[in-house]
């Protein structure tokens, strides 16, 4: 969330998102291939899943060494053996693990753009950057809500030109703490994977439009309270706990951001797995067709199968599955 991506990240994001970009193309035309009963769709859309596993290896350093996150990090290491052997599997013959390709591009089409797409000026109107309107419409919901609870931080411009990022003057030393709304911060990353796994799955416009009412607007608000909690931890410092320990951990300097990273980096992106898997839950209690995309996904991580409807005792509606 604070915004302090190094130059080497910077010079490596334009190149990692064409790579994104590339995999998302490649995913749909192995998915249309299937769909039309071409034979080469099942080795097209193999080979994509371990081209997608070596972007997740690219991503690796960027996680561990400038975003500092070990939840990401992890999950990233573990993404690389996972998707290759989601390839596999596809090209042994799971089928239905065409629903997940699908899915993953459905994801990347809707995520990419608001880090790709700049400003475009039409007629002499400039129409801003996706990222832009969506950024500072989330850093000044955070505003408004620090502000409910009794909180005022100056707004100021972000490094990236935006109107996000909140200025805290800490202590007797009056410590200036910045902390920024960056992407990341805006939840569009778990608002992609819901809409496009919503989208991936052969189901009637009614219970996919259920499923989106419930993940999208409860993603969107846990966020907002998300960026608020951490916004007022860092800039209060209320969570300056063991900052030895924590500085080490992140290979940081600057104590004033020990907040940040227990807030952050630590408790946040837990609950926030935590909360994914509610909401995963949630939808698929409106979206049954949703399990078999979660039962591969299991499938791929465990090597065994699992009757997920059964388990968490949901509705049993058609599926789009064909092993």
């Known amino acids: 969330m604070i915004a302090a991506i190094g130059q080497s990240a910077l010079s490596m994001l334009p190149d990692t998102f064409t790579f994104a970009w590339v995999v998302a193309v490649l995913f749909v035309i192995g998915a249309l291939l299937d769909r039309r009963g071409h034979s080469l769709g099942r080795p097209f859309a193999a080979g994509t899943w371990v081209l997608f596993g070596l972007f997740w290896l690219t991503m690796v350093p960027y996680f561990a060494l400038e975003h500092q996150s070990y939840v990401e990090s992890i999950l990233s290491l573990i993404a690389v053996p996972a998707c290759t052997y989601a390839g596999y599997l596809l090209h042994r013959g799971r089928g239905s693990l065409f629903v997940l390709t699908r899915a993953v591009a459905g994801m990347l089409f809707i995520y990419l753009p608001f880090e790709t797409v ?35 931080p100056t707004m ?4 990236e030109g935006f109107l996000a990022t909140f200025r805290w003057v800490y202590g007797p030393e009056e410590q200036i703490i910045l902390v920024s709304v960056v992407l990341a911060c805006t939840g569009i990353g778990s608002m992609a994977i819901f809409g496009g796994l919503i989208a991936a799955v052969d189901a009637p416009i009614s219970r996919k439009l259920r499923g989106l009412a419930v993940s999208i607007p409860l993603i969107y608000v846990l966020n907002i309270a998300r960026t608020t909690f951490i916004t007022i931890v860092t800039g209060n410092q209320y969570m300056h706990w063991q900052p030895e320990l924590v500085m080490a951990m992140f290979g ?22 935590v909360a994914l898997v509610g909401i995963t839950y949630l939808v698929a209690r409106q979206l049954p067709e949703l399990v078999v995309v979660l039962e591969d996904v299991l499938y791929v991580l465990t090597g065994e199968e699992h009757d997920l409807l059964a388990a968490l005792d949901l509705p049993r509606e058609p599926t789009n599955v064909d092993r």
């Open 118 to 152: 700049p400003a475009v000026t039409v007629g002499g109107i400039t129409l801003p950057e996706p990222k832009r309107v969506f950024i500072e419409i989330v850093a000044a919901q955070t505003a408004a809500a620090m502000d409910l609870l009794g909180y005022a």
């Open 156 to 159: 100021i411009e972000s490094s």
């Open 252 to 273: 940081a300097s600057d104590p004033y951001r020990v907040s940040f990273f227990v807030s952050d980096r630590i408790l946040s992106q837990l609950l926030a797995v």
